[in-house]
């Protein structure tokens, strides 16, 4: 047991070290390689064409590990998607990483307290891929919720700039520089996409489909309606900050309204493991069977299977669409 806790401990470090070495740069290094991108571009000649080739050669080795975890991840596009939806610089390769260190540190453990190794490989499998993959969950939510919070008060504040006679192009800009959170970055990733050639529809359309929230595609069908109709934009986009702050109000009024099932079904969900919990502090000899007798564990199997179904069935039971 100790040889499987000794090799655990080691791979988790060695996989620590690969993702710190081949992971997504840190931002004193992606300030870096910007300067060296303006420098490039200013140079002369021999010397830009030697700094591009350099900047090539280093890219494509800081991407092997990430190639590696593409092919054995399944659907790594989706992934992507899902790690830039969190705002933050996590490569597919450290995500692969920590998932496996994660659950090979869970099979270790497990191993050396005596369980099965069947048992300890789908439970550190289980973990090693749910618990990422719940937190990754926890990130979107939380930036989408914090978008949608200040978005109405950015188009306010484009309401404000179009009244005073600013282009709309102008007026993006403005909340980019303005507004704090994820609502500015989003919008100053649409400003520098302008300003590369995009089109102002193309570059909110990325911006909708990397968010995928309703609020943010309401705007970008709000003005593309605005450019091909015509009107007053400016009205229109007060109308649609309304909208989103009523549609705000119902979603805190639901949830209020369905508090008092969400928490009978924590309790209710919680109890069995406060009950393990507690037998093993009190006899964990006789709890300890669960994880040595084949019969106790099939068992014990079959009651999580069955929980999480009925905990499925009753968060989709609270849970409303507006």
């Not at 989706?78 to 920590?98: D, F, H, P, V, W």
């Amino acid at each position: 047991m100790l040889f499987y806790l000794i090799l655990a401990i080691g791979g988790t470090g060695t996989l620590w070290l690969l993702a710190k070495i081949f992971g997504a740069p840190s931002a004193s290094k992606s300030l870096k390689r910007r300067m060296e991108l303006v420098k490039e571009r200013h140079a002369e000649g021999v010397t830009a064409a030697a700094q591009a080739q350099i900047r090539k050669l280093m890219a494509a080795r800081s991407s092997r590990f990430e190639g590696f975890a593409s092919t054995i991840i399944p659907r790594p596009a989706l992934l992507r998607k899902r790690l830039e939806m969190t705002g933050r610089q996590i490569s597919l390769g450290k995500y692969a990483s920590y998932s496996f260190g994660l659950g090979v540190a869970v099979l270790a453990l497990l191993m050396f307290r005596g369980a099965p190794f069947f048992l300890a490989f789908f439970v550190g499998m289980f973990v090693g891929v749910g618990i990422p993959h719940f937190v990754i969950g926890k990130m979107i939510k939380r930036r989408i919720a914090k978008f949608n919070s200040n978005f109405p008060d950015a188009i306010e504040l484009m309401v404000r700039g179009l009244r005073s006679g600013l282009p709309i192009s102008e007026t993006l800009g403005v909340v980019a520089t303005e507004v704090p959170g994820p609502v500015g970055i989003e919008f100053r990733t649409v400003s520098d996409k302008m300003r590369i050639g995009r089109t102002m529809e193309a570059a909110l359309q990325d911006t909708a489909d990397r968010l995928g929230t309703p609020e943010f595609q309401f705007f970008v069908i709000t003005l593309a309606i605005q450019r091909e109709t015509g009107g007053n934009l400016a009205e229109t986009l007060s109308n649609l900050a309304d909208v989103l702050r009523k549609r705000a109000q119902m979603k805190l009024k639901i949830r209020a309204m369905s508090s008092e099932s969400k928490a009978s079904a924590y309790i209710v969900g919680s109890l069995p493991f406060v009950v393990f919990t507690l037998v093993w502090m009190i006899n964990p000899t006789y709890m300890g069977h669960f994880f040595t007798d084949q019969r106790l564990t099939v068992a014990g199997l079959g009651g999580l299977i069955w929980m999480s179904i009925g905990g499925f069935i009753m968060a989709k039971m609270v849970n409303f669409e507006i």
